[in-house]
């Protein structure tokens, strides 16, 4: 007797396509992989030097953008090397972790052959090869995405400024990573696909990437996956043209950055993307050329210890303590962040209704024209908060006007620091999440990233340690003050997470993007890290 296997449901169908397709993509890796096992290990960090020829793994593991970059353009590295290089890494990364949607491999190489035939160099980032996030265009290959929605499977994208601006500086698109169901999961998965280009990054398959975040979605993962992410102001650079749901919504705003394997192709990114002045090309964009901040002074630091809502892991604590005492040495003023009276709940409350005015009925909607299942962190995010309705004008103008007095008072209570001594905090260090990357389905608190796109203030996440069972230790004796509290505090198993990375996220005012790269700078100089 034979067990009849269930027939495939509609969707289900529909959403092999986009998987052929970038399986067809990693079908033109040559020389194809070899070794990869059967079962993965623990960790797949190990697998690419198994993998890749001795040079090609040199070459995608030792350098940083800047590093490449000058080799590229002195003409000492070609840049089809290089791109051949990351996309059978890419593809090693894609076989330990599905975070590819699809490799490009034949727009690439074309495109690579075609700058390495010009006498000098076309712009900044001339051959270096990229990736994206597959809904924020697509340029040198597939020109649809899906954002992760079969409703969507099929429909064209084409290219963006972003993207645009990218091209015309150099660099070759050589890979596009997925992202979860609705774009709004600080954990990768989907119906069509897992992983993401945090993991991509991670497995250094790429060292620069095009990330999104309205509400974590560059900084947490890029925390989780030990690698650099930052969050700019909203309305500094381009964002226009992506594929995503409720086009026009301005309760609150998303926007791309930069997610890398080293902390100057941050600032890179930034500038490559501004001196191209895409505020003519888009008007939302402010006004405001790249202008490397300079400090006169020792940084005046503010450590946010927890959020007033959840205790974070103690790997995370002990982040914190470690790196406050490093920039204390370094002659630096730390000071602690009282968010008690801040009531980060109370934003919450206002962010997760601004991030669905209309209830999530465009997404559901979505979901059930193409019969697609909704999935749990899905169901978090819309229908288990409790602010998620759909609004009415003039409930929206309400809540917008909550968004702004707590926005106010926030402002206030910063500029409040400066009292004593007469220098408010440059920055805040504090957590962007309250600890490791979680198990599957469990990444259910967003606090530690969603407060900053709420306020608005720009953020840098680097990596600083890694889960130690032996330092960190769980306290028993601590008792959970909420039922988040506890949710998180029972998720913490030090022989779970050993091993896993722990990063930390600095935090600037609205609008000082250039000051939090450049305090991150002197962060990680106090912590011994990037002399220069």
Not at 302 to 328: F, T, Y
Not at 487 to 498: A, G, I, Q, R, S
Request: glycine share 8%; charged share 25%.
């Amino acid at each position: 007797m034979t067990i009849q296997q269930k027939k495939p449901e509609a969707w289900e169908i529909k959403a092999a396509i986009p998987r052929a397709i970038r399986d067809a993509s990693l079908a033109k890796v040559t020389p194809p992989l070899a070794g990869l096992p059967d079962t993965l290990p623990q960790s797949s960090q190990g697998l690419p030097k198994q993998i890749l020829t001795p040079r090609e793994f040199d070459l995608t593991e030792n350098y940083s953008v800047t590093e490449l970059l000058a080799k590229l353009h002195s003409k000492e590295l070609s840049s089809e090397e290089l791109t051949r290089a990351f996309l059978r890494r890419a593809a090693v990364a894609q076989s330990a972790t599905n975070c590819l949607t699809d490799l490009l491999w034949e727009g690439a190489i074309e495109r690579a052959r075609y700058l390495d035939s010009l006498p000098a160099p076309l712009g900044p980032l001339h051959g270096l090869p990229i990736s994206t996030k597959e809904h924020h265009g697509a340029k040198g290959g597939n020109e649809t995405a899906n954002a992760s929605y079969v409703a969507y499977i099929g429909k064209f994208q084409g290219s963006t400024v972003s993207l645009d601006t990218l091209w015309d500086a150099g660099c070759v698109f050589f890979a596009r990573t997925t992202q979860p169901q609705t774009i709004m999961h600080l954990e990768t998965e989907s119906n069509i696909y897992v992983g993401g280009e945090s993991a991509l990054i991670g497995m250094r398959g790429s060292v620069l990437g095009v990330g999104g975040d309205i509400g974590g979605s560059i900084r947490c993962p890029a925390a989780h996956c030990g690698i650099y992410g930052f969050k700019p102001s909203a309305h500094r650079l381009p964002i226009a043209g992506g594929t995503a749901h409720m086009a026009g919504r301005e309760s609150i705003l998303s926007t791309n950055g930069p997610m890398a394997a080293d902390r100057d192709s941050l600032e890179l990114f930034m500038k490559v993307m501004l001196d191209a002045e895409p505020w003519k090309l888009e008007p939302s964009i402010r006004v405001a050329p790249w202008t490397p901040y300079e400090f006169t002074r020792p940084l005046k630091i503010a450590v946010q210890w927890w959020d007033g809502v959840v205790k974070p892991h103690p790997p995370m604590i002990r982040a914190l303590r470690e790196v406050s005492e490093a920039c204390k040495k370094a002659g630096m003023t730390v000071v602690d962040w009282e968010c008690e009276s801040l009531d980060h709940k109370k934003g919450w409350e206002i962010l997760s209704s601004l991030y669905w005015p209309d209830g999530g009925k465009e997404v559901l909607g979505l979901l059930e024209s193409a019969g697609e299942p909704i999935l749990p962190l899905t169901n978090f995010i819309i229908k288990d908060q409790p602010t998620v309705k759909e609004l009415t004008v003039t409930e929206m103008f309400k809540l917008c006007a909550e968004r702004e007095a707590y926005r106010t008072s926030y402002a206030r209570h910063w500029t409040s620091t400066g009292k004593q001594d007469g220098h408010e905090v440059d920055i805040i260090l504090c957590p962007p999440s309250f600890g490791a990357a979680t198990p599957h389905e469990q990444s259910r608190y967003w606090g530690y990233t969603s407060i900053w796109n709420l306020l608005d203030y720009p953020g840098v996440v680097f990596p600083v340690t890694k889960v130690d069972k032996e330092k960190d230790v769980k306290d028993f004796d601590y008792q959970p003050k909420n039922e988040e509290d506890k949710f998180v505090y029972d998720l913490y198993e030090p022989d779970l997470y050993h091993g896993c990375p722990i990063s930390l996220q600095i935090i600037g005012r609205r609008h000082h993007d250039e000051k939090v790269l450049a305090a991150l700078k002197e962060v990680e100089r106090a912590m011994g890290k990037h002399k220069g």
